[in-house]
């Protein structure tokens, strides 16, 4: 049996990792093959798709005293670029 915890914080230490062979073996830890993630804005099944899903997805920023200064949420397809 796994351990629970050990599961949700290695599922947590996936959103933050920036490397992608680093994230795919965390995936590859926490999630089945046939793994799915839904929420309002996204879905994926398998390992790829979740991995393309966290990439990106959002950008914190901390303060001086290590708490969070700032998230930027990203969510569905990036907007064309117009020309200015």
Avoid: K
């Amino acid at each position: 049996m796994t351990d629970a915890t050990t599961i949700v914080d290695t599922y947590l230490a996936m959103w933050n990792e920036t490397d992608p062979e680093c994230r795919a073996q965390l995936i590859e830890r926490a999630w089945a093959g046939e793994g799915r993630y839904v929420d309002p804005m996204v879905e994926a099944e398998g390992h790829a798709a979740i991995s393309e899903m966290v990439a990106g997805v959002d950008i914190g920023a901390l303060a001086s005293d290590g708490r969070l200064r700032r998230i930027t949420g990203f969510f569905g397809e990036v907007p064309a670029a117009t020309a200015a």
